[in-house]
T-cell receptor
Framework: GAVVSQHPSWVICKSGTSVKIECRSLDFQATTMFWYRQFPKQSLMLMATSNEGSKATYEQGVEKDKFLINHASLTLSTLTVTSAHPEDSSFYIC???????????????FGEGSRLTVL | GDSVTQMEGPVTLSEEAFLTINCTYTATGYPSLFWYVQYPGEGLQLLLKATKADDKGSNKGFEATYRKETTSFHLEKGSVQVSDSAVYFCALIPGGGKLIFGQGTELSVKP
C-alpha cells in the first residue's frame, strides 16, 4: 500500500521553542493531507485540513497561529508547533489522500506519528 | 453534527473467542464507513471499509456490514488471535472528505 512518512518520530524540546514535523507521501501525490492530535487512551482529534497550494482549514478551537501548517508540494506537508508549551505535548499524526481517490470513498494513509514532549 | 460512537474498552478476550466491537454513527446523507486498526507502536492502517448501505467490508477475518436502518457498522471476527491485540477505530467520511473517528476500542487477546 501507499506509504506516508512522518519525521521526526519523536522530539523533545524546551518550552518556548518551535518544532517542525514533516509528513511526506512517498509513492503517491496527495492534494489533501490531514493533521490529527491523539491524547493517551483517546481518539484522534482532527486539527486541520491541508490542501496543496492553499491555506489550511483549521477545526474549531485549534489555534492557527500556534499550529502552522504548510503544504507546499503534492508530497509534503509540515506542521510547526510555535512557542511550544508542556500542554502541547502529544502524539501528532498526519494522513494523506491519494489525489486519484474519491473524496468520500478514498482510503487515507497514515503516518507513523510524531510524539512531542515539551519540557 | 456528524459523529461516531464506539463501545468502550478495553475488551479482553481469550484466543479463538468471538469478537464484536459495536459502532454507531450520526450523519446526514450516505457516509462511507471505515474501521482502522492501530497496532502497538505503529500508525493507523485501514482494516476495512464500506461505501453504501448493506455493503460488507472484510479483511483478515474481520467483517463489518453497513446498516443504514440502525446506523451501525459493528466489527466482528469469529476467532481472534493474540496478534489481533490493538486499538480499533470506527470512522466515517460524511462528505467533504474529512474522516471522523470514534474514540477507539482497545482489544487485548490472551493466549
Amino acid at each position: 500500500g501507499a506509504v506516508v512518512s512522518q519525521h521526526p518520530s519523536w522530539v523533545i524540546c524546551k518550552s518556548g521553542t518551535s518544532v517542525k514535523i514533516e509528513c511526506r507521501s512517498l509513492d503517491f501525490q496527495a492534494t489533501t493531507m490531514f493533521w490529527y492530535r491523539q491524547f493517551p487512551k483517546q481518539s484522534l482529534m482532527l486539527m486541520a485540513t491541508s490542501n496543496e497550494g492553499s491555506k489550511a482549514t483549521y477545526e474549531q478551537g485549534v489555534e492557527k497561529d500556534k499550529f502552522l501548517i504548510n503544504h507546499a508540494s503534492l508530497t509534503l506537508s509540515t506542521l510547526t508547533v510555535t512557542s511550544a508549551h508542556p500542554e502541547d505535548s502529544s502524539f501528532y499524526i498526519c494522513s494523506a489522500r491519494d489525489r486519484t481517490s474519491g473524496t468520500n470513498t478514498g482510503e487515507l494513509f497514515f503516518g507513523e506519528g510524531s510524539r512531542l514532549t515539551v519540557l | 453534527g456528524d459523529s461516531v460512537t464506539q463501545m468502550e474498552g478495553p475488551v479482553t478476550l481469550s484466543e479463538e473467542a468471538f469478537l464484536t466491537i459495536n459502532c454507531t454513527y450520526t450523519a446526514t446523507g450516505y457516509p462511507s464507513l471505515f474501521w482502522y486498526v492501530q497496532y502497538p507502536g505503529e500508525g493507523l492502517q485501514l482494516l476495512l471499509k464500506a461505501t453504501k448501505a448493506d455493503d460488507k467490508g472484510s479483511n483478515k477475518g474481520f467483517e463489518a456490514t453497513y446498516r443504514k436502518e440502525t446506523t451501525s457498522f459493528h466489527l466482528e471476527k469469529g476467532s481472534v488471535q493474540v496478534s489481533d491485540s490493538a486499538v480499533y477505530f470506527c470512522a466515517l467520511i460524511p462528505g467533504g472528505g474529512k474522516l471522523i473517528f470514534g474514540q477507539g476500542t482497545e482489544l487485548s487477546v490472551k493466549p
